[in-house]
């Protein structure tokens, strides 16, 4: 039961999209010429959101419709969910994948980390994923999209009272990562 009511409300949110303009990219502060090893997608999701106070957390769910995760980030294998939630462009190749989504409005907060072939090339293919998506149900205020070397990058959209928080645990967490794009979504 508790996953049916998980996938609908997984389901009720997805179309909770709208639509925005696009910015130009802002240079992050942080360097991202230091190699750093990286044991997966889900690792990534998982030390930031480990970051997180117990009082600094919100309702979130992490994973997607086949791997449900309450309270923490989970593996994405659904092309679906690539799709639909982390808005991955469909024939985009991902090698891996992980999420962590808010757990009432996926506008509030959504965030996934992939591993890929390339990572500046899929950095800014998300950058325009995001930036020309239809937003329903309000929209989220700012995305961050970054990368850590070649093969990883996290892309995140919600309101600032959630990314504030998430890219600063995110730079903390990985300072030779590089933010690609730290921008307000209008």
């Given at each position: 039961m508790?996953?049916?009511?998980?996938?609908?409300?997984?389901a009720?949110m997805?179309?909770s999209?709208a639509?925005c303009?696009?910015?130009?990219p802002?240079?992050?502060?942080?360097?991202g010429e230091?190699?750093?090893t990286v044991?997966s997608?889900?690792?990534?999701?998982e030390?930031?959101?480990g970051?997180f106070?117990?009082?600094?957390k919100?309702?979130?769910?992490?994973?997607d419709?086949d791997?449900?995760?309450d309270?923490?980030?989970?593996t994405?294998?659904n092309?679906?969910?690539?799709?639909?939630v982390?808005l991955?462009?469909?024939g985009t190749?991902?090698?891996?994948?992980?999420?962590?989504?808010?757990?009432m409005?996926?506008?509030s907060?959504?965030?996934g980390a992939?591993?890929?072939?390339?990572?500046a090339?899929?950095?800014?293919?998300m950058h325009?994923?995001?930036?020309?998506?239809?937003?329903?149900?309000g929209?989220?205020d700012?995305?961050?999209i970054?990368?850590?070397?070649?093969?990883?990058v996290?892309?995140?959209?919600g309101i600032?009272?959630?990314m504030?928080?998430?890219e600063?645990?995110?730079?903390?967490?990985?300072?030779?990562?590089?933010?690609v794009?730290?921008?307000?979504i209008a």
């Amino acid at each position: 039961m508790k996953k049916i009511l998980a996938f609908i409300l997984a389901a009720v949110m997805m179309l909770s999209f709208a639509a925005c303009g696009s910015n130009e990219p802002a240079e992050g502060e942080n360097g991202g010429e230091t190699e750093v090893t990286v044991g997966s997608a889900l690792e990534i999701l998982e030390t930031v959101w480990g970051a997180f106070g117990e009082d600094e957390k919100f309702f979130a769910m992490g994973g997607d419709y086949d791997n449900m995760v309450d309270g923490a980030p989970g593996t994405v294998t659904n092309a679906d969910f690539l799709t639909g939630v982390l808005l991955v462009p469909a024939g985009t190749e991902t090698l891996e994948a992980a999420a962590l989504v808010h757990g009432m409005n996926l506008n509030s907060f959504t965030a996934g980390a992939f591993k890929v072939a390339d990572a500046a090339a899929f950095a800014e293919t998300m950058h325009e994923a995001i930036a020309s998506n239809q937003w329903m149900c309000g929209f989220p205020d700012k995305m961050v999209i970054a990368t850590i070397g070649n093969e990883y990058v996290v892309a995140a959209f919600g309101i600032n009272d959630a990314m504030g928080p998430f890219e600063a645990k995110f730079v903390e967490a990985y300072p030779e990562a590089t933010v690609v794009y730290s921008e307000a979504i209008a």
